[in-house]
């Protein structure tokens, strides 16, 4: 029977759930994304109900799914949060940002507990701290640990409060010794339950009864020597002793009574319990301020509540709420949608492919038909032509996904990149709804998150800097995305120093780099995106070391796109990513070498034209250079490198393309140049191995293989 | 268990299905498992400073694919494209790749007992890609490890670490 049991649960546990896990991974990871980006629009003076909600609804389906598949402390953490947020919804607590702060710290302790789950490797995330703050705040208490960010930012404080304040982070470190009065009690031997939790936990610290297991009107004394905060030690009591019946006092440290536990105690919680040592004024002074605390038990139930939550949304601003209700339109939209593995759909797109070519090729075999006699065919195929092209949009629209996905992760990002800089920022985000490839989408994260942080780090000046130079204080960075043309433009923009001239050229002089003042604006911004070159005064931890702005560019060029910038000092830049809207597909020219065609992206062809005799001027017996206004750049004639067979042996090559790459320009012979499509990018890798100069392959209207060539490696060929 | 251990892809357990084809006067073998479709040869896009015997690649609806010609691979003398010349496409530890052989004949099933060793002989094809010789009638077939033949650096197709 037993056996028959372990049996049958390891099958549900071992067999069935687990095909499961993945699909919960995947959607608690867009609950996590969904809460946060929540939480980062929650408007703290008046918190939106439906907003609040949501939350809580995201919380709860977390925790939902966790505890089905055994992820306790995912459950647990989420459970602690879900009751925070049914009282934060129901209005029994008012938000603040310290809650924010610590459901944000939660949803990524949830992020880094998923991760030990899925992968099955990291090492457990201790989320002590976590729960203990959220059942404070859900006590209504404002637990220490964010309490000091709370009291520095215009809390509601009490006059005396200023002074203990600063003492209150310090006062929770290191090992203290505490007298620990417990009682009155009915049955002091409960008390004892308190040594045997900390045999338990093992980094509580050590407990020895003072008064040798007697009780004295029912109150019990130990000595406890702790590293953790009076609250902590409260929380872990609740469970054997009520919070009213524990009280702590400091042994040995008289000097330190004054200010720090006063401080301390502030923050946690205390009660003047008959027959204890009388509480210091100064301690119950520090703690009216912003901390609660109760009376003994002859003032019957003065419970004092915390100043957040005694204001219960009384004055409630709703300025907001109008233009929250018309954003949420637009965020609905969302909804309806499915989970396709990549595979399927770059298969799709594969046979949309077929399906064009043999659509192409049918369309010519059928111009030689007489359209009288066969009308009804010709009409066909014009419908399938039609169908054809609309599949081809339809199936590579499935690919897109809206800017949104990217621009999701800033707010949060700078959010904490501001805080640690102590700098104010607002951010701005502009077409979100702006549609990219995927592939893209994943590769531009980087290189934009780079940019966003360059903004905050380099170009928002501190606030009193901004005040002085007649700024507001908020700096204000604005991402925005838009469709030109055939491509999609991403603008980092900020309204802080913006670059300047002077320091630039400075610094590439001392660079050892060719820098005369002849330089135009553009070209001296242009010198951020060489190697090593970083516009910071100081290494900061945020920015300026390693990576610079030669990687941006470098990643933003090999997904075929361009970056430009734009600057004014003292108003702030500007920075513009140029991208095509997929890798898939690309801009290409066509170009023929006898009887072979090659694609060139059109993103690297700065211009053509027809060569005259003299032109071209040889050096030394191999090299050859080409002279095109003003500038020599070398030829490279595409039939030797890519040895083309010739057949007609009287013909010469008579058109340059030129080609710009990596900093380079070189002059490409060809035969002729056969016009400019678009193409769909296919690697050649797949079943090949690289090739030389070649990035990749394409299949033309024909249904044969044209190769496309890599600039880059033409422009390096040459400089050998 | 010891049995199965010491199989390796030279070892034939038992009667398997072989897809025969002609290079030159010679008549070869191969796993039919390996063979995805046979196509008649169409000419591929040439890849510069490629290997004589890697004619190209193809489109091979949507999928780019090598070409390779196994006649010029093994040294036949003559190399013609008629209308015979087909190409017997391969799937390959997930590369898909086209081979140029003279004809496909037929699909025969040769069990194990009716594979002889190959002798070591020097010629074109190192006797590590012949699985062994089958004996059908008259006929002798040259067995083939397409696998680890598309697979060895001399053929190139595959990049190996020492040559990236």
């Known amino acids: 029977m037993g056996e028959m049991t372990s049996e049958g649960s390891q099958l549900s546990a ?103 789950h899925q992968t099955g490797a990291g090492d457990e995330f201790d989320t002590t701290e976590l729960l203990f703050n959220i059942r404070a705040m859900v006590a209504g208490e404002t637990p220490k640990v964010i309490a000091a960010a709370a009291a520095a930012a215009p809390a509601p404080v009490a006059a005396p409060a200023p002074a203990p304040a600063p003492a209150a982070a310090p006062a929770a470190a290191g090992a203290r010794t505490l007298e620990l009065t417990v009682g009155p009690l009915d049955d002091p031997s409960q008390a004892n339950n308190l040594v045997d939790l900390f045999k ?71 009660d003047d319990a008959p027959g204890a040592p009388a509480a210091t004024e100064a301690a119950k002074e520090g703690e009216a301020g912003y901390g609660f605390f109760e009376n003994s038990p002859g003032a019957p139930q003065s419970h004092v509540t915390p100043t957040e939550s005694a204001s219960p949304q009384a004055a409630k601003p709703a300025p907001k709420a109008a233009a929250k209700a018309e954003a949420k339109a637009g965020a609905a939209l969302d909804a309806a949608t499915i989970r396709v593995s990549v595979e399927k759909v770059d298969q799709l797109i594969n046979l949309v492919g077929e399906l064009v070519i043999t659509q192409a090729m049918l369309a010519q075999n059928s111009r030689g038909l007489d359209p009288a006699v066969h009308q009804q065919m010709l009409a066909g195929l014009t419908d399938l032509d039609r169908n054809t092209r609309d599949l081809q949009e339809a199936v590579m629209s499935i690919r897109m996904i809206p800017m949104a996905t990217v621009f999701n992760r800033f707010p949060r990002m700078l959010r904490d990149l501001a805080a640690k800089l102590g700098k104010k920022v607002d951010l701005v985000t502009q077409g979100e709804a702006t549609e ?13 998150t780079h940019l966003v942080r360059n903004s905050c780090d380099h170009g928002i000046e501190l606030p009193q800097d901004r005040l002085a130079k007649g700024k507001p204080e ?247 | 268990m010891g049995n199965i251990e010491r199989i390796d892809s030279r070892q034939v357990p038992a009667a398997r299905e072989y897809l025969t084809f002609r290079l030159g006067n010679e008549e070869y073998g191969i796993d039919i498992l390996r063979v995805q479709e046979i196509r008649g040869y169409e000419a591929p896009t040439r890849i510069a400073n490629a290997p004589n015997f890697i004619k190209g690649v193809v489109n091979l609806r949507g999928v780019i694919a090598p070409i390779v010609d196994l006649r010029m691979r093994f040294g036949c003398e003559r190399v013609d494209y008629n209308g015979l010349t087909v190409t017997v496409i391969l799937n390959v530890g997930n590369r898909v790749i086209g081979a140029v052989v003279d004809s496909v004949s037929d699909v025969l099933e040769i069990p194990a007992q009716s594979v002889k060793p190959a002798p070591e002989i020097n010629s074109a094809v190192d006797a590590r890609y012949i699985v062994g010789l089958g004996q059908v009638g008259e006929r002798m077939l040259i067995l083939l490890d397409i696998a680890s033949l598309i697979a060895s650096p001399e053929l190139g197709l595959i990049e190996t670490r020492e040559a990236a």
């Open chain 1, 14 to 116: 071992g067999i069935d759930l687990s095909q499961f896990y993945q699909v919960f991974f995947e959607e608690a990871g867009e609950n996590l994304d969904r809460m946060e980006q929540l939480l980062l629009e929650l408007d703290i003076e008046a918190p939106d109900d439906e907003e609040l909600n949501a939350i809580f609804r995201c919380a709860h389906s977390i925790k939902g799914g966790a505890a089905t598949f055994g992820f306790a402390d995912v459950a647990e953490l989420t459970h602690q949060m879900e009751t925070l947020l049914d009282k934060l919804r129901r209005h029994e607590l008012q938000l603040t940002a310290p809650m924010v702060d610590v459901l944000l710290a939660s949803g990524d302790a949830l992020k880094a507990q998923l991760a030990r």
């Open chain 1, 200 to 270: 338990e936990i093992v980094d509580l610290g050590t407990i020895e009864a003072l008064d040798g297991g007697v009780a004295e009107g029912g109150m019990r004394r130990f000595k406890v020597v702790t590293s953790s905060s009076e609250s902590d030690l409260l929380d872990l009591f609740t469970f054997h002793v009520s919070r009213e019946h524990v009280r702590f006092a400091p042994i040995g440290e008289p000097a330190a009574a004054a200010p720090a536990p006063a401080a301390d105690l502030g923050y946690g919680f205390f």
């Open chain 1, 436 to 448: 990219l490839d995927k592939g893209l989408v994943e590769k531009i994260t980087d290189p934009l």
């Open chain 1, 474 to 720: 908020q700096g204000t960075i604005t991402l925005a995305a838009s469709h030109q043309g055939g491509s999609i433009v991403i603008e980092v923009r900020d309204d802080g120093r913006g670059l300047s001239r002077e320091k630039l050229l400075k610094k590439a002089r001392e660079r050892g780099l060719h820098a005369p003042d002849s330089l135009s604006d553009q070209e001296v911004w242009g010198l951020i995106f060489e190697p090593g070159f970083s516009t910071a005064d100081q290494v900061t931890d945020v920015s300026g070391r390693g990576v610079g702005m030669d990687v941006v560019k470098k990643n933003i060029a090999s997904l075929g796109g361009t970056v430009e910038i734009d600057s004014a000092e003292g108003y702030g830049m500007r920075v513009a990513v140029r991208l095509p809207l997929t890798l898939a597909i690309m801009d290409g020219m066509s170009v023929g070498v006898g009887e072979e065609v090659y694609i060139l992206p059109l993103s690297s062809v700065v211009e053509s034209f027809q060569v005259e005799p003299g032109m071209v001027k040889s050096i030394g017996n191999s090299g050859r250079v080409v002279e095109v206004r003003q500038e020599y750049m070398p030829v490279v004639e595409l039939e030797q490198v890519f040895q083309v067979p010739r057949f007609d042996f009287e013909h010469v090559s008579s058109i340059m393309v030129v080609v710009e790459a990596e900093g380079g320009r070189v002059a490409l012979l060809v035969d002729e140049l056969l016009g400019q499509q678009q193409v769909v990018v296919k690697n050649l890798e797949a079943n090949y191995r690289k090739v030389t100069d070649v990035s990749g392959a394409t299949i033309m209207g024909d249904g044969r293989v044209a190769l496309i060539l890599d600039t880059g490696s033409l422009v390096r060929r040459s400089r050998h």
